[in-house]
T-cell receptor, first 114, second 117 residues
Framework: KNQVEQSPQSLIILEGKNCTLQ??????????LRWYKQDTGRGPVSLTI?????NTKSNGRYTATLDADTKQSSLHITASQLSDSASYIC?????????????FGKGTHLIIQP | GAGVSQSPSNKVTEKGKDVELRCDPI?????LYWYRQSLGQGLEFLIY????????KSGLPSDRFSAERTGGSVSTLTIQRTQQEDSAVYLC???????????????FGEGSRLTVL
């Protein structure tokens, strides 16, 4: 069964600090992995996409990594800001399976404190 | 429009009533998805439309739930005889092409928050 597990479930850090969110998956065959950011009361928005051949990709203060061998991805946030407070959702796309091949993690709820 | 539009943004209804939730996808997007997000929970897949193909209804939780997509554009999610456990945010997303096996990004609406009293 395709699964995506995210950790931690929730995280509180002080403004300016760094943090790393984890995503482990068992989706097979693997196509790509996306990280979405969901602000409170809003719909999720894509931050970055990782394909099989990519190990790391940056989008501003966000850096995503992918280890296709261990089936793990991480999202590192540098110099956190209050606006980074949100839920971060890992979505893995496979070539088969239901729901159009998309498997969602439950998300990590990140709170940045001043 | 510039993005995915959902209406109503908030809906309060009484148990047993029917509700309709509407989604206007981004123009030209062939794929449309409905998800449900309960408080503090992840996104739960409900139904997926792709072009003129038969929809994937595998996520609908019961026969009280149905959805249609007219003219390959606007979609309506209908919940009949609502129950308190139906209370959640219903999110619609569209994508320009099939995501299965591709890198298609989902563009989400702001959601419709349903409260069943």
């Amino acid at each position: 069964k395709n699964q995506v597990e995210q950790s931690p479930q929730s995280l509180i850090i002080l403004e300016g600090k760094n943090c790393t969110l984890q995503c482990n998956y068992t989706v097979s065959p693997f196509s790509n992995l996306r990280w979405y950011k969901q602000d409170t009361g809003r719909g999720p928005v894509s931050l970055t996409i990782m394909t099989f051949s990519e190990n790391t990709k940056s989008n501003g203060r966000y850096t995503a990594t992918l280890d296709a061998d261990t089936k793990q991805s991480s999202l590192h946030i540098t110099a956190s800001q209050l606006s980074d407070s949100a839920s971060y959702i890992c979505v893995v796309s496979g070539s088969g399976g239901g729901a159009d091949g998309l498997t969602f993690g439950k998300g990590t709820h990140l709170i940045i404190q001043p | 429009g510039a993005g995915v539009s959902q209406s109503p943004s908030n809906k309060v209804t009484e148990k047993g009533k029917d509700v309709e939730l509407r989604c206007d996808p981004i123009s030209g997007h062939t794929a449309l998805y409905w998800y449900r997000q309960s408080l503090g929970q992840g996104l739960e897949f409900l139904i997926y439309f792709q072009g003129n193909s038969a929809p994937d209804k595998s996520g609908l939780p019961s026969d009280r739930f149905s959805a249609e997509r007219t003219g390959g554009s606007v979609s309506t999610l209908t919940i009949q005889r609502t129950q308190q456990e139906d209370s959640a945010v219903y999110l619609c997303a569209s994508s320009p092409r099939r995501t299965s096996g591709r890198s298609g990004e989902l563009f989400f609406g702001e959601g419709s928050r349903l409260t069943v009293l």
